[in-house]
């Protein structure tokens, strides 16, 4: 087996599991994009084996602290193993990640299920190379009636991959509906969000649904609605859902009806909404803020702050006295200890005072590894608007 040789004081000695080209002192066997290798640290004792990618600024990835291979043996034992994890941690699986890469020593491959349909992601090329070996362990584990690749994103390009998506087991089927925790979803597997559905915000909804009742409630950068819905199920007195996408918002009201909720509807960009409507002196009860990524690199955080910063600023102008503000950062970039600062000096601008009322992650089925960091991207906090002293 080829091995990369890693220099001292790497992130691999801490815990984590990625090899950055800088951490590479030299590579010997001749190692090809794709293969297998050994890790070794500088005394060439071995730190485990990895998938590597040259093409990438990650050069390789540890999947165990042994020598493996990458046939379908690998392959479905990991994912019957991710299958058991799920099943014991007493969430609903009918709509579940199943495999969430390096949480699940698979880096690079997602599977997320739908009741009868599963949508899986490839995104290291060691994986992709060996797709036609983890539809096969997914049959065996999951037995779907369906199987949608959902090979997107910029991971992909990163690691010199062609964008791909389709339908390789059974047939696409039509959007469907789905229900879990109480709440009704359309699921577009080949066109929807993600792979159908923000799975990991799945509890952040019934969480914010019960905070919502006799409230009238605003969420901002909707999407599909889900705490919206979760509002409206609650026994919210209004609500209305934001968001820049008009196709977004249809899902929004078939997801309504499908539930047999009222939501009002706005296609307009948040930060607009927002600025105007404060202007305005228009109040709420409870806002709700869940913006895409600001993020996605440690160069741009600042910018990303400046960003979170606006709209709670504005945010937190509109809360009624006792309103509840519910907010969510879904950008491992930025820490929990920023956002939370950012929240707080909105709260010095706007001259207001917010007591703590919850604090809210990722769902269970997106389990955090110790020593991984990027493994805890989701953070949100629910806060109440004191009365002035």
Same mark, same amino acid.
């Given at each position: 087996?080829?091995?990369?040789?890693?220099? &001292?004081?790497?992130?691999?000695?801490?815990?984590?599991?990625?090899?950055? #080209?800088?951490?590479?002192?030299?590579?010997?066997?001749?190692?090809?994009?794709?293969?297998?290798?050994?890790?070794?640290?500088?005394?060439?004792?071995?730190?485990?084996?990895?998938?590597?990618?040259?093409?990438?600024?990650?050069?390789?990835?540890?999947?165990?602290?042994?020598?493996?291979?990458?046939?379908?043996?690998?392959?479905?034992?990991?994912?019957?193993?991710?299958?058991?994890?799920?099943?014991?941690?007493?969430?609903?699986?009918?709509?579940?990640?199943?495999?969430?890469?390096?949480?699940?020593?698979?880096?690079?491959?997602?599977?997320?299920?739908?009741?009868? *349909?599963?949508?899986?992601?490839?995104?290291?090329?060691?994986?992709?190379?060996?797709?036609?070996?983890?539809?096969?362990?997914?049959?065996?584990?999951?037995?779907?009636?369906?199987?949608?690749?959902?090979?997107?994103?910029?991971?992909?390009?990163?690691?010199?991959?062609?964008?791909?998506?389709?339908?390789?087991?059974?047939?696409?089927?039509?959007?469907?509906?789905?229900?879990?925790?109480?709440?009704?979803?359309?699921?577009?597997?080949?066109?929807?969000?993600?792979?159908?559905?923000?799975?990991?915000?799945?509890?952040?909804?019934?969480?914010?649904?019960?905070?919502?009742?006799?409230?009238?409630?605003?969420?901002?950068?909707?999407?599909?609605?889900?705490?919206?819905?979760?509002?409206?199920?609650?026994?919210?007195?209004?609500?209305? #859902?934001?968001?820049?996408?008009?196709?977004?918002?249809?899902?929004?009201?078939?997801?309504?009806? #499908?539930?047999?909720?009222?939501?009002?509807?706005?296609?307009?960009?948040?930060?607009?909404?927002?600025?105007?409507?404060?202007?305005?002196?228009?109040?709420? %009860?409870?806002?709700?803020? %869940? &913006?895409?990524?600001?993020?996605?690199?440690?160069?741009?955080?600042?910018?990303?702050?400046?960003?979170?910063?606006?709209?709670?600023?504005?945010?937190?102008?509109?809360?009624?006295?006792?309103?509840?503000?519910?907010?969510?950062?879904?950008?491992? *970039?930025?820490?929990?200890?920023?956002?939370?600062?950012?929240?707080?000096?909105?709260?010095?601008?706007?001259?207001?005072?917010?007591?703590?009322?919850?604090?809210?992650?990722?769902?269970?089925?997106?389990?955090?590894?110790?020593?991984?960091?990027?493994?805890?991207?989701?953070?949100?906090?629910?806060?109440?608007?004191?009365?002035?002293?």
């Amino acid at each position: 087996m080829a091995s990369l040789i890693i220099l &001292p004081r790497s992130r691999i000695f801490h815990g984590h599991d990625w090899v950055y #080209a800088s951490d590479v002192r030299n590579a010997s066997g001749a190692p090809e994009p794709g293969d297998v290798v050994m890790l070794k640290d500088f005394k060439l004792r071995p730190l485990g084996s990895a998938i590597y990618n040259p093409k990438s600024q990650i050069i390789a990835r540890r999947i165990s602290f042994r020598a493996v291979d990458l046939d379908h043996d690998f392959f479905l034992r990991r994912i019957e193993r991710a299958w058991e994890h799920r099943q014991s941690l007493g969430i609903d699986t009918t709509v579940c990640r199943v495999v969430w890469s390096e949480a699940d020593g698979l880096p690079g491959l997602v599977v997320d299920r739908y009741g009868d *349909h599963v949508v899986y992601q490839t995104l290291t090329l060691a994986f992709g190379l060996r797709e036609h070996l983890i539809i096969r362990a997914i049959e065996e584990v999951l037995k779907p009636k369906t199987i949608t690749a959902r090979n997107e994103g910029n991971i992909r390009l990163a690691e010199g991959m062609e964008l791909v998506k389709k339908t390789v087991v059974g047939e696409t089927p039509p959007p469907f509906p789905i229900q879990v925790a109480g709440m009704t979803f359309q699921i577009d597997v080949m066109e929807g969000q993600k792979t159908g559905l923000y799975i990991d915000q799945i509890d952040n909804y019934v969480g914010v649904g019960r905070l919502a009742k006799g409230r009238r409630t605003l969420d901002c950068f909707c999407n599909q609605g889900g705490f919206a819905q979760a509002a409206a199920l609650g026994g919210a007195s209004e609500v209305t #859902a934001i968001d820049v996408s008009e196709p977004a918002l249809q899902q929004v009201q078939a997801n309504a009806k #499908a539930a047999g909720v009222k939501i009002n509807t706005v296609c307009e960009n948040a930060f607009d909404f927002l600025k105007r409507n404060e202007a305005a002196g228009e109040k709420y %009860d409870l806002i709700v803020l %869940d &913006p895409p990524s600001f993020t996605r690199t440690k160069a741009s955080v600042n910018d990303a702050l400046r960003g979170y910063k606006e709209i709670h600023l504005r945010a937190i102008k509109m809360l009624a006295p006792g309103g509840r503000l519910a907010t969510f950062s879904c950008s491992h *970039h930025v820490s929990m200890g920023e956002f939370y600062k950012t929240v707080l000096d909105a709260a010095v601008d706007a001259k207001r005072t917010l007591r703590l009322v919850e604090r809210f992650e990722q769902r269970r089925d997106h389990p955090i590894i110790a020593g991984l960091s990027e493994t805890e991207y989701l953070r949100g906090y629910a806060f109440e608007l004191m009365a002035s002293w």
